[in-house]
């Protein structure tokens, strides 16, 4: 089944505690990218990955920091949280020439 | 600067009538766009898309209209089902650049 999946589903954590939320697909999609959820903003981009070892900004990159050494995993770190970013987190995944595939969701909470 | 733009938080619609969901944009440069599903707890799903060099795509219950003169698209639910009750967001695409950018979403009810 083709699917993106993200780990995990939920998270509370500390301020400044470093953490990372992976995110896979199997679909062997070049193109892969993450997304937060925020009431009222709706799906705001945070990185994104053309290809292994190419990655670039989105909209709102502070604070976070992704990689991509492998087709299939783009994980998304934060290496010192704060309550800002508490947030219901999305990863995606495209071929050139189809529509983008969402992850089901990560809630961060950061107290 | 919001790009992408729906401006109804929330729609109420009984079940068998028509859902209407509003989108507008301001890049001309765009030249797809596309309509997600999101139901509480799950991630976004693709539901329906339109390439700028179409005024109109069906598919089943669902059909998407756009008019690039206004910089509008709207998705049409009909007739609209208790099921169809989620968060939709419109998005739009710039080709080659692989980047999304989507509104800010509207919740739809269908009342039984």
């Known amino acids: 089944e083709a699917q993106v999946t993200q780990n995990p589903r939920y998270l509370i954590t500390v301020t400044g505690k470093k953490l990372t939320v992976t995110c896979s697909q199997n679909?062997?999609?070049?193109?892969m990218s993450w997304y937060r959820q925020d009431p009222g903003l709706g799906l705001r981009q945070i990185y994104y990955?053309?290809?292994?070892?190419?990655?670039d900004k989105g909209d709102v990159p502070e604070g976070y920091k992704v990689s991509r050494k492998e087709k299939r995993n783009f994980p998304l770190i934060l290496e010192s949280p704060s309550p800002n970013q508490t947030s219901l987190y999305f990863c995606a995944s495209k071929a050139w020439d189809s529509e983008a595939f969402f992850g089901q969701g990560t809630r961060l909470t950061v107290v | 600067d919001q790009q992408v733009k729906q401006n109804s938080p929330s729609l109420s619609v009984q079940e068998g009538r028509i859902s209407i969901l509003n989108c507008d944009y301001t890049?001309?440069?765009?030249?797809?766009f596309l309509w997600y599903k999101k139901y509480p707890a799950e991630g976004p799903t693709f539901l329906i898309s339109?390439?700028?060099?179409?005024d109109k795509n069906e598919d089943g219950r669902f059909t998407v209209f756009l008019n690039k003169s206004a910089k509008h698209l709207s998705l049409h639910i009909v007739p609209s089902q208790p099921g169809d009750s989620a968060v939709y967001f419109c998005a739009a695409f710039l080709s080659g650049t692989y980047k999304y950018i989507f509104g800010t979403g509207t919740r739809l009810k269908v009342l039984a």
């Open positions: 890049n001309s440069m765009f030249d797809y």
């Open positions: 679909m062997n999609h070049e193109y």
């Open positions: 990955s053309m290809n292994v070892e190419v990655t």
């Open positions: 339109i390439s700028s060099i179409k």
